[in-house]
């Protein structure tokens, strides 16, 4: 069992920076593909950002690359997603998974999410 909390989240300017956190519980978290998704009203939720078990291999969507990176740090278990040079269209609650490499498309833990406001 993984239990995931997010934190991080808030309102920020547009062109600013935010980074999330998505700590795990349990003793798994390493064996685990990581990724963050997001969901804005009104529409599907969206992948935003994925890691490898070891840290080694990121993956993102057109639509962030290159302004979100995200990391993770296994002795603390826990996941981050950077986000720089946010825009309103990235306004949306993001959530953490652990699941099947690469891109967590089986999701098997998520978590409650964080609220991401991007002013324009």
């Known amino acids: 069992q993984v239990q995931l909390v997010e934190s991080g989240g808030g309102l920020v300017q547009a062109g600013g920076s935010l980074r999330l956190s998505c700590a795990a519980s349990g003793r798994d978290f390493g064996t685990y593909a990581m990724g963050w998704f997001r969901q804005a009203p009104g529409k599907e939720s969206e992948f935003v950002a994925a890691?490898?078990?070891?840290?080694?291999?990121?993956y993102y969507p057109s639509a962030v690359k290159g302004r979100f990176t995200i990391s993770r740090d296994n002795a603390k278990n826990t996941v981050y997603l950077q986000m720089n040079n946010l825009k309103p269209e990235d306004t949306a609650i993001y959530s953490c998974?652990?699941?099947?490499?690469?891109?967590?498309?089986?999701?098997?833990?998520w978590g409650q999410g964080t609220q991401v406001t991007v002013s324009s």
């Open positions: 998974a652990a699941g099947s490499p690469p891109v967590v498309a089986r999701k098997d833990y």
């Open positions: 890691i490898s078990k070891n840290g080694g291999s990121t």
